[in-house]
């Protein structure tokens, strides 16, 4: 990345619930293949990867569930919200992620989204599902901390 440039680079979303549900590892950027009104409602703010995946078919990435709200200029032609998006990944990289989803539990979390030189990028995380009991330890440690930084 550029250093500089990569400050610089405006995030459009962050998927918080991400860092909540899994415990994240290896970390991609990969691009997003959109159509016409996409992205003039994601610089609108109406890009969602709550509950969105990507998914590794045929050699392709996909991202799937992530919800971009229709364009409120838009016409007929408008886009489908929770369409299908194929993701833009070099062939190494699909054959690291095929590799890393195959062990038990494992998955590819989109993590972030931002623009890079007027593009839509999605920061992507092979992650591992969190337990309950990995939830409520962070809940509580978290509580503890807000504890000691109030007495301080």
Known sequence: MKGAKDSATPTITVNRKARYDYHLRDRYEAGVVLQGTEVKAIRAGRFNLTDSYAQVADGEV???????????????????????????????EIMKLERSIRSKGMTIVPTRAYFSNGRVKLELAVAMGKQLYDKRDKIEREATANEIRAYN
């Open 62 to 92: 996909f991202l799937i569930d992530a919800h971009i709200g229709p364009y409120e200029h838009g016409n007929i032609a408008n886009h489908e919200p929770k369409r299908k998006r194929k993701l833009l990944l070099n062939r190494r």
